[in-house]
Every structure is written in structure tokens, then in C-alpha cells.
């Protein structure tokens, strides 16, 4: 099976679908949690043109699959309150300044890249680059790793990230596997 | 026996020579890869596989008209509710990837142990199957 790269952007609206057939909701948006810059989960809304918000979370933990045609889950039981998402409730990174720990501002971040398929992560950020970003005005898309930190004010990734910086998603797999490597000889 | 065939066969029950029905889905328990049973039209919906005479070629037999129930509660349930219709119904892996459209279910005469699933014509290991539901068949990737 093919582990593919999306945009987290791109899942808004993805049935979410029991293991025993049933979709019992949609996702609406993504929660990222402070710190490490994790996925913490999935805000939700109700199956349809006029589904509402939902006031339960999809939690990462509980999530089966993050697929091409539906995001799967074990069973209906799978929601949690959103206090339950991560102790701060989670934060939505879009629109934070991308940060190296040299104390460069590389952009505005604009979407997360995660990687599908039965394991599931947050592989990258797309961003809105500085001026300073040499980019033809493109949006650029950075891998990261456990490593990355986060607060409510700014996403710090370790410098060396500049060399993995792509502008499209068909190269930014290799990227990310090069980022991580270089990341394992590091430690 | 072939769920697309099953579909719209009389049930006759053999000792009053009456038909008491006719097939309309068949009745899944996914859990335990097996047809459990015939939804069949009426106010006692489900015949259970254990209560099948034989599976004719043009008619599905029974011995006697108590040889259909109501529903238990579970899979048989969850079938009469929600009028679940395997056939047609979206095919899901369980890794989130749509395969198609359930056009076939093949399964043991004698058990009911599902053999295999037609999807979009690709045939799938029936032992792949994990759920269904109002949604979608689910199976594993």
C-alpha cells in the first residue's frame, strides 16, 4: 500500500467511517497540539450540505486510517470532548511564523502535510514564504520531525531544514525521508 | 450461493406448497465472515441460514411458514433496520481508499461463510471483511 502526502486542507469534508460501515460525521478541521508540533486530532461536523459543527473531537489516537475516500475509525465510540484533545484544548498552527532555531523567520504557515494510509503523521508545513525566501512567490513545504516545537506564538524547526525545503507535494516524500535521516545521524 | 442470484427467488414453504416470500438481501455477520440469514419481505423478516431447506434453482425452500423470524438483536437487527442491501453498496478498505461498488457476494451453501466479494469485477477474499454498514462494506486493505 501506498502511503500518500496530503494537505491537511484538502481533507475538510472527508467522511469519517466506522470499521462497521456507518459515517458519523465529517472533519472540519485540524488541532494541532503545542510543544511538538503533533497532530492532537480533528474537529468535526455533521454528514451533509447543512451538517453544523459538532462540539466532539475526533482524538489522532482513536483515528484507524486517514485514506484517499473517508478517514476510518474503530467504532462510534471514537469522539472525545475537546478538552480531552491535548491539555491546552490544542491550537490550530495556521497562520504562525514558521521559526529556524538560527533565528530566521522562514514564512507564515498556511497548511499541514500528513502522510496517509493505516499510520498516519504530520510529516510538514506549507508556507507562505518570507521575502527573504528565495521562492518566485510560491509556497514552499518544509518537512518536519518529532523535533519541531510549537506555542501559541511561533512553530521552531532546526535550521538544517532549509535544505529539504520542496514547492510541490510529488517531491516532497523524499524530502521528509531526507530531513529524518539527517535528523537520526544528528542525535 | 450467489447473493445477486438469491435476489427475488421465492421462498416456498414445502409442506403447504405456498410461497411464504421472496428473497431481498441477504443478512451479514460481518464479524463472523458469515451469511447468517435471508432478509425476506413481510412482517417476519428474516429466515435464518440454519432454517434453509435447500437452495434451489428457482426456489429457496423451507418446512413450514415458522421457518421465518423476527430479527435478533445484532447483525440480523441492524439488517432489517437499516435495510442493508449489501449489493450495490460502496466498498471501503479499511485503510480509507474506496475499491467500488459491491456488485456480487459469494458464500458457502452449507455455512455461510463468505468465499468471495465482486468489486467493480475484481474479485476480494471474503475473509477480508470487516464490517457493513449504512455507509459502506468495510475490508481489510
Do not use: C
Not at chain 1, 120 to 139: D, M, T, Y
Amino acid at each position: 500500500m501506498n502511503d500518500v502526502l496530503v494537505r491537511a486542507g484538502d481533507l475538510i469534508g472527508r467522511p469519517v467511517v466506522t470499521l462497521g460501515g456507518d459515517r458519523v460525521g465529517e472533519l472540519k478541521d485540524v488541532v494541532l497540539g503545542l510543544g511538538r508540533g503533533v497532530l492532537v486530532g480533528f474537529t468535526l461536523r455533521n454528514p451533509g450540505f447543512l451538517g453544523g459543527p459538532r462540539r466532539e473531537t475526533l482524538p489522532w489516537p482513536s483515528v484507524h486510517a486517514v485514506g484517499a475516500d473517508a478517514v476510518m475509525v474503530a467504532g462510534p465510540d471514537a469522539f472525545a470532548e475537546p478538552q480531552d484533545l491535548a491539555p491546552d484544548g490544542g491550537h490550530e498552527t495556521v497562520d504562525l511564523p514558521l521559526v529556524t532555531d538560527d533565528g530566521q523567520t522562514l514564512g507564515r504557515i498556511v497548511d499541514v502535510v500528513l502522510e496517509t494510509g493505516t499510520r498516519a503523521q504530520v510529516v510538514g508545513f506549507e508556507i507562505e514564504p518570507s521575502p527573504s525566501l528565495p521562492s518566485n512567490g510560491h509556497r514552499l513545504l518544509l518537512p518536519i520531525d518529532a523535533m519541531a516545537a510549537a506555542s501559541e506564538q511561533a512553530v521552531v524547526v532546526p535550521a538544517s531544514v532549509r535544505h529539504f525545503v520542496r514547492d510541490d507535494l510529488s517531491g516532497f516524500g523524499a524530502a521528509v525521508a531526507g530531513f529524518r535521516a539527517m535528523s537520526e545521524d544528528a542525535r | 450461493m450467489r447473493a445477486r442470484e438469491l435476489k427475488g427467488r421465492p421462498v416456498l414453504d414445502v409442506v403447504e406448497a405456498r410461497q411464504v416470500g421472496k428473497v431481498e438481501a441477504v443478512v451479514l455477520d460481518p464479524e463472523a465472515g458469515r451469511v447468517v440469514g435471508l432478509m425476506v419481505k413481510g412482517d417476519r423478516p428474516v429466515l435464518p441460514v440454519d432454517a434453509v431447506k435447500a437452495l434451489g434453482p428457482d426456489a429457496v425452500t423451507v418446512e413450514g411458514a415458522d421457518a421465518l423470524r423476527l430479527p435478533q438483536p445484532g447483525p440480523e437487527q441492524r439488517a432489517v433496520d437499516g435495510s442493508l442491501d449489501p449489493l450495490g453498496r460502496l466498498v471501503l478498505a479499511d485503510d480509507g481508499t474506496a475499491l467500488g461498488t459491491l456488485d456480487d457476494l459469494e458464500a458457502d451453501d452449507l455455512d455461510g461463510t463468505v468465499r468471495t466479494l465482486t468489486v467493480d469485477g475484481q474479485a476480494i477474499e471474503g475473509d477480508r471483511l470487516v464490517g457493513i454498514g449504512s455507509y459502506a462494506v468495510v475490508v481489510r486493505a
